[in-house]
C-alpha cells in the first residue's frame, strides 16, 4: 500500500551543522546539550553534530566516537572553515575565547562561548564589537551561563519580575567546592592566570555575579572585595588534564589565580549584595546557594536540589506564613512541557539542553539570544571590579557601565 506524501508541515526542520572546540568537561556537557535537544523539543533547526576540535588528534577522535560528532579537526581554524559548520561552540580555556569567537563570527557563523567571556575586560569588549557586527549580517552570539537554564532558577526570575518579592533589599550567593583543598592537587591550566584569567572568581564567581544579576533584573553598581590564595605553591602536571583532575610531579611551580574570592556590592537599586566563591571548602561539592529578599517575600535556590524553590511570602499573616517549598517539576513551568510528568526531577545536564534550545530558537527566529556577549561582558566588569577593590585591601570599587 503506497504511504502518503508527507505534508510540508512535516518535513524535517533544516540542519544546522555545529563544531565544537575542546571536548573536556565542558565539551561533554555541550555534547549532550547539541545531541539530546533535538529528542526532547520540537525544534525549528535540527542540531547536527558536524565536528570536535582538539589539539591531541587521538584523544579527540576518541571524543568524537564518544559523543557522536562526525569529524575530528586538531586545528579550530579548520573546523571554523567546515562548510559543514554553522555554528561554532567554545569550550577551551578563557585565554582563547576572544580570537576564537572573534574569527568564527568574522567567518559567518553562529557563536556560542562558554563563561567567563573572557579573561579580561579589553578582551570582552572586542568580543561584543565582532557580535555587534556579525548581528547585521545575521550571526548570532551567545555565553554560556548555563544555571539560567535550570527550570527553577528561570521560574525565579518571572516571580521577581512579576513583583512577587516587592522591592528587593538583599541579594546573597555562596558557590563552595572543594577540590583544591588538597595542597598536592598538580598546577593545572585552572591555577594559571595567563590560562584561566582567575581562579575562583572567573570559575565560580561569574556564575554566581550572573544569576544574581539575572535573578534581580538589575546590574550591579560597585563592589568591596577580599581574595586570597591560600596555597601558593603546587606540584607541576605530569601527563594530561582537564584542568578539575590530574596528577603531580616531583618539580612544583606558582599558583597565580586565587582560591578564594569574598566580596559585597550593591545593586542598581541600592539593594545590598553579598557573595564568597571559593574552591576551598572542604566537605562543599558544587554548593551553589541564592536567596534574595524584599519587601513583601523573599526566594532560595540551593543547586543541591535544583528541582526546588524556598518561597516566603511576607504579605501573608505571621501565624501561618514561612517558607514553602515549590517543586519545579508542572509542565507550566519553564522548559519543562516536553519533559517528564510531574514530579519527575531534572538534573544539571538538561540545563545545557535547554541552553542549545534557546540558541537554536533564537537563531531560528533571528532573535538575540540571552545572555548575550554584551551581558558576559557586564559581569566581566564586575569580575575586573572585584579583582581591582582586592588589590585596594576592599575600597569600594564602582563598576564600569
Known sequence: MDQPDQSASEAPPPTLGIGMVGYAFMGAAHSQGWRTAGRVFDLPLRPALAAVCGRDATAVRAAADKHGWAAAETDWRDLIA????????ICTPGDSHAEIAIAALEAGKHVLCEKPLANS?????????????????????????????????????????????????????????????????????????????????????????????????????????????????????????????????????????????????????????????????????????????????????????????????????????GFRRILVTEPEHPYLEAWWPPGHALGYEHTFVHQARDLLEAIATGTDPEPSFADGLQVQRVLAAVEESAQKNAVYTPVQA
Open 82 to 89: 567546515r562548510d559543514d559548520v554553522q555554528l561554532v561552540d
Open 121 to 321: 575586560v579589553a578582551e570582552a569588549e572586542a568580543m561584543v564589537e565582532a557580535a555587534e557586527r556579525a548581528r547585521a549580517n545575521g550571526q548570532l552570539a551567545m555565553v554560556g551561563f548555563n544555571y539560567r537554564r535550570v527550570p527553577a532558577i528561570a521560574y525565579g526570575r518571572r516571580m521577581v519580575a512579576a513583583g512577587r518579592l516587592g522591592a528587593l533589599r538583599h541579594v546573597r550567593v555562596t558557590y563552595l567546592q572543594d577540590w583544591l583543598v588538597d595542597p598536592a592537587f598538580p598546577l593545572t591550566w585552572r591555577l594559571k592566570r595567563e590560562y584561566a584569567g582567575s581562579g575562583a572568581l572567573g570559575d565560580l564567581g561569574a556564575h554566581a555575579v550572573d544569576l544574581a544579576q539575572y535573578l534581580a533584573g538589575e546590574p550591579l553598581a560597585g563592589v568591596s572585595a577580599l581574595t586570597e590564595t591560600f596555597v601558593r605553591e603546587r606540584p607541576l602536571l605530569a601527563g594530561v588534564s582537564s584542568g578539575l583532575s590530574g596528577a603531580g610531579s616531583a618539580e612544583s611551580g606558582p599558583v597565580t589565580v586565587d582560591d578564594a574570592a569574598l566580596f559585597t556590592g550593591r545593586l542598581a537599586s541600592g539593594a545590598l549584595a553579598s557573595f564568597e566563591a571559593t574552591r576551598m571548602a572542604s566537605g562543599r561539592k558544587n554548593a551553589l546557594r541564592v536567596e534574595l529578599n524584599g519587601e513583601l517575600g523573599s526566594l532560595a535556590f540551593d543547586l543541591e536540589r535544583l528541582n526546588e524553590l524556598s518561597f516566603h511570602d511576607h504579605t501573608e499573616p505571621a501565624v501561618t506564613s
